[in-house]
């Protein structure tokens, strides 16, 4: 692996090498080092047309959603007196709705927190891996869409989201040579597969059995997409589907054996191991819409988490301009 932008050497051990935090400047920043200034630059170029997209859902979109544990927010306006007005949102579960995953949203059960953080560090109000590192400089550079959900309609396919089908690399890599992009260092990578606008449009009763049954689309477990997320240097990895990954492991995980309070899941290896950030139901369905109109797959992308110091996880507060 050659060294990328944000790196502290000119070059680098692969991704089974040494732990990645040992490559950056700026250890806590992880893998959106790789969208550097030049990086900003760059993108700031592919604004061509001022068109905007937000994309993050309302904060109780997915209420009841496929997470047991978080609740509805209740927001509250009040009045101190006739002229004035403030609010304020009380149990707001900070990753129920779109959501960036913070590094310390996940400790691997084998080598601990990223950057060796101490258990014992992950508390409110500590700063060490907090989310607020990218709030106080926020992640920018190009997003690229990877419209999986279109290149299964050209095929006249779809993907089977009630049974919560896993996506191979395979498919990322053929959605990526029929929209004829390559990936640079620094981009931050979409997955477009429909799973959210599916999900929405299901009745309350439909969205708690599919709560019960634990099945979610998203990315196959292989140590394939681990090697292409490191190797091609991206900066975040989003996706509209609830875990990015599919839930749960599909059989013959090959991280059974290392996260096994995940049950194979590969979010210990992203976010414990490459130190790169996860989005999670992203707002993808509009943009992926007009991206195909125009037959262009990529945009100015901006992801600003709040500033909450020592957060395991954040809204996305994501903003693509084409």
């Known amino acids: 692996m050659t060294a990328r932008a944000g790196l502290s050497s000119t070059t680098g051990p692969d991704r089974c090498g040494a732990p990645s935090w040992e490559l950056f400047e700026d250890p806590w920043r992880g893998t959106p080092s790789f969208a550097d200034e030049e990086c900003v630059v760059a993108a700031a170029g592919l604004v061509q047309l001022g068109e905007t997209f937000g994309?993050?859902?309302?904060?109780?979109a997915f209420m009841p959603g496929m997470?047991?544990?978080?609740?509805?927010?209740?927001?509250v306006i009040y009045g101190n007196d006739p002229a004035h007005r403030a609010d304020y949102l009380d149990g707001y579960y900070l990753q129920s709705s779109t959501q960036v995953d913070g590094l310390r949203h996940r400790r691997a059960d084998d080598v601990g927190f990223y950057a060796g953080t101490a258990d014992?560090?992950?508390i409110p109000g500590t700063e060490e891996i907090g989310i607020q590192v990218w709030a106080d400089r926020p992640i920018v550079s190009r997003g690229v869409l990877v419209d999986i959900a279109g290149l299964l309609a050209r095929r006249e396919e779809i993907?089977?989201?009630e049974a919560g089908q896993s996506i191979p690399y395979d498919y990322i890599d053929q959605a990526l040579t029929a929209q004829a992009i390559e990936l640079r260092a620094g981009d931050i990578v979409m997955l477009h597969t429909g799973w959210c606008e599916w999900f929405l449009e299901l009745t309350a009763e439909k969205k708690l059995a599919q709560q019960a049954l634990g099945r979610a689309t998203g990315i196959e477990q292989s140590e394939e997409v681990l090697d292409w997320a490191w190797d091609s240097g991206l900066a975040l990895l989003a996706a509209d589907t609830f875990a990015v990954e599919c839930l749960p492991a599909v059989p013959g995980s090959p991280f059974v054996q290392s996260a096994p309070n995940d049950r194979g899941l590969m979010h210990q290896e992203f976010l414990a191991k490459l130190g790169m950030p996860l989005g999670e139901l992203w707002r993808l369905g509009p943009l992926a819409r007009r991206m195909d109109a125009l037959q262009r797959w990529e945009a100015f992308l901006s992801v600003k988490p709040l500033n909450v110091t020592g957060a395991t996880g954040s809204p996305a507060n994501a903003v693509a301009i084409i």
């Open 120 to 122: 014992e560090l992950v």
């Open 67 to 75: 997470s047991r544990a978080e609740k509805p927010a209740e927001h």
């Open 55 to 60: 994309l993050d859902y309302p904060i109780n």
């Open 159 to 161: 993907l089977d989201h």
